[in-house]
């Protein structure tokens, strides 16, 4: 995905995601079989909601991503550049100023 940049384990608040693209504040979470156990996914859902309320987009992939990267792949592009025949172009991001009254991710 050239001209974007990924972050692989990335604290988040009280969350570490697997990749961030900061650009975009696009959060993508591979994530196995372990995740369909009750107690889990409850915990994802929670998880999710808090990150969509700080402004990510969470994008979740389940199982076998390497069977299926080239789909995995074209999904993540229309998501950083709004449509799969859109030219890439370079990302850069903000950093985000604490002020005195916010707190920042730990």
């Known amino acids: 995905m050239e001209g974007t940049h ?25 994530d196995g079989g372990h995740r369909n156990e009750d107690e889990q996914a409850r915990r994802d ?22 069977n299926e990267l080239p789909s995995v792949l074209e999904r993540i592009y229309i998501e950083l550049h709004g449509g799969r025949d859109v030219a890439s172009a370079p990302m850069k991001h903000r950093r985000r100023v604490w002020g005195k009254s916010a707190t920042p991710p730990r």
């Open 45 to 66: 859902v929670r998880r999710q909601r808090w990150l969509e309320t700080e402004g990510y987009r969470v994008l979740r992939f389940w199982n076998d991503i390497d």
């Open 6 to 30: 990924f972050r692989r384990q990335a604290p988040i608040g009280p969350s570490v995601v697997d990749f961030l693209c900061p650009a975009t504040r696009l959060i993508v979470e591979p």
